[in-house]
């Protein structure tokens, strides 16, 4: 495979016109140039096409780089500190010829010819088992653990050992792909929840900001749980934070497509198995904290600790945190190792940054933000909710510490359209307000029903469901909070997986059962989720308001371990559009 340099040749001579002026940056300081040729946009789905040697291979995973400088094995083993390994390997037209490194990645099925395929130990497989077929792909090497070793090795590959590649992978991302973070106003976004629709908030105002720049205007970036963006561009997401391998290669697209600054999603996940190893974010955002993940995490302390990662000197440049949150107060009071700026959505008056003269609407809500030195501007989340008062709060504070303007920051978030699958309304012409949201934690789910409450005039109907093979605590809790919180409770299925629907359902209904008479709504229990959709909208009428929570953007349902499209959005809409074609009963209680 031929390899071309950022400078224009493989010996690095410089070639005119292969790089463009800079662009203007958000962050003070020299910026690098990055190459602008374009990602193909084939590249981001299973089956993208890469032309090569006359032909096309197929490569699955996340974007790559178009153009990467060479990097000598050798210096790779000297970063991890082990003997340089053979320098050639069998096959190679002159074995005396030094390897040089293009990628890396932990898939084997989306080795490049020129990577180092990162073999890593897993509960019930190891990346060792799969050497044969990122050799066959043309891999330049392998990185491993010692019980992966002696496999690797056979393939004939030079071999890198480190007794926890995982926690060494990331490094070497960075150092294969020329450390692109550093080109990049990183933006990153922790806590339970609102992190997807703050970092959507956030990227709005750094589009605002960017088109008030000098000159050409530069683009933006997002990563986080539904998507990833490269300007206009959009990739579906596998999860919330990419490997490491995966989104070094990532910041490298975004510096070769003009992207400046990012907005990103980082999960206690990613912080615990090193996702974000190499990157220093210029701004950490920690939103909240509520159970969630107990089955990774032993404890609330536990996971406090896994987000507070963040907010260390090697993760971060300086950190804004929610003073409504008790754990956000710990890293406000000396948690944190990076300087702190606070923000209240209540009007903490210790606040940094805090806001006043709320007003809640159906599509979104007013507000007065209150900065230090006597700053006052007027703002909006365009996102109904107290709750995304905070997110918009957490979004303007961040941008500002970021060195954006504050009002353009406030006027960057009060124009997002909104967030896939975050309240997201459902408009089919239908007399009363229909949404759906990606509320899963029981304090989630009590907030937006709360929410949905103040701004409901007749009667709430809410449709919920808990996935199977993740935290079993939370079910009967969430069934107690639908019961409680709304007037008509429709439990059903989530994403099952492996386990029995009807047991999920057994455990929220009784969550709901120990909720006294006089405080519950009429409780339906309907497996199958299409027609549980289907049973709360015939409930409504004009003046109320039905909400479908729980999976949100996804696009399937995982039932048994097969996953079949499913998109609430789409069965809501239906479900509505059946109903004023042919009206049902009322069957309100």
């Known amino acids: 495979m031929t390899t071309i340099t950022p400078d224009g040749t493989p010996d690095g001579t410089p070639t005119p016109g292969n790089c463009s002026p800079p662009l203007p940056s958000l962050r003070p300081g020299p910026v690098v140039p990055g190459t602008l040729t374009a990602v193909s946009h084939a590249d981001q789905s299973p089956k993208a096409q890469h032309a090569e040697k006359g032909g096309s291979a197929t490569y699955p995973g996340a974007p790559r780089p178009e153009r990467v400088r060479p990097t000598p094995l050798a210096d790779l083993a000297e970063q991890l500190g082990s003997p340089a390994p053979d320098a050639g390997h069998p096959g190679a037209a002159d074995a005396a010829q030094p390897v040089m490194v293009t990628g890396i990645t932990h898939d084997s099925r989306a080795v490049r010819p020129g990577d180092v395929y990162a073999a890593l130990p897993g509960a019930r497989l190891h990346g060792a088992d799969f050497v044969a077929q990122a050799a066959d792909l043309g891999a330049a090497a392998v990185l491993t653990d010692p019980s992966g070793a002696e496999r690797a090795a056979a393939t004939g590959l030079p071999v890198l050992v480190a007794d926890n590649p995982r926690a060494r992978m990331g490094a070497l991302a960075v150092s294969i792909y020329g450390a692109p973070g550093e080109d990049l106003l990183q933006i990153g976004i922790t806590g339970t929840s609102g992190k997807t629709t703050t970092a959507y908030l956030i990227e ?23 998507e990833t963006r490269i300007g206009d561009e959009r990739i579906k997401s596998e999860r919330t934070t990419p490997e490491a391998t995966d989104l070094q290669a990532l910041f490298a697209v975004m510096r070769e497509r003009g992207v400046r600054a990012v907005a990103m999603e980082v ?9 974000v190893d190499g990157c220093v974010f210029d701004v950490a955002i920690f939103n909240n904290l509520s159970p969630e993940h107990m089955e990774f995490h032993s404890g609330m302390e536990d996971y406090f600790q896994a987000k507070a990662q963040l907010f260390t000197k090697a993760r971060s440049r300086a950190g804004v945190v929610n003073l409504d949150d008790e754990y956000g107060k710990r890293l406000a009071e000396g948690e944190s190792e990076v300087p702190v700026t606070t923000f209240s959505a209540e009007g ?12 809640v609407g159906t599509l979104g809500s007013t507000f007065t933000v209150h900065g230090p030195d006597g700053q006052t501007l007027r703002a909006a989340s365009p996102i109904a909710g107290p709750f995304n008062v905070a997110n918009a709060l957490a979004a303007i504070t961040s941008l500002v510490v970021a060195g954006v303007d504050p009002q353009t920051a406030a006027d960057g978030v009060a124009a997002v359209p909104g967030v896939p699958g975050r309240l997201e309304r459902i408009d089919a012409g239908q007399p009363y307000l229909a949404v759906v949201d990606y509320a899963h934690k029981t304090d989630a789910v009590e907030s937006v029903l709360r929410a949905l409450r103040k701004v409901t005039d007749g009667k709430l109907h809410a449709v919920l469901g808990c996935g199977g093979d993740r935290d079993p605590h939370k079910r009967a809790p969430m069934g107690a909070a639908m019961a409680r919180l709304a007037d008509t409770a429709v439990l059903t299925s989530d ?7 009807l047991a999920i359902l057994a455990t929220m209904l009784a969550g709901a059962a120990e ?53 609430d959005r789409q069965v809501l809409r239906e479900a509505i559009e059946a109903s004023l074609k042919s009206p049902q009963p009322n069957h309100q209680g």
């Open 348 to 359: 903490h008056p210790d606040a940094d940054w805090r806001a006043s003269d709320v007003e």
């Open 515 to 567: 909720v006294p008479i006089h405080e519950r709504g009429t409780v339906l229990v309907e497996e199958e989720r299409a027609a549980a959709i289907a049973a709360a909208v015939a409930r409504a009428e004009p003046g109320d308001t039905v909400i479908v929570a729980g999976k949100g953007h996804e696009q399937g349902q995982d039932i048994a371990g097969v996953v079949r499209p499913f998109d």
């Open 267 to 275: 999960s206690s996940h990613a912080l615990v198995l090193g996702r």
């Open 495 to 501: 994403n099952p997986r492996g386990e029995d629907p």
């Open 204 to 226: 709005g105002g750094l589009r605002a900001a960017a088109a008030q720049g000098p000159g050409e205007v530069s683009l933006t970036g997002l990563i986080g749980t539904v």
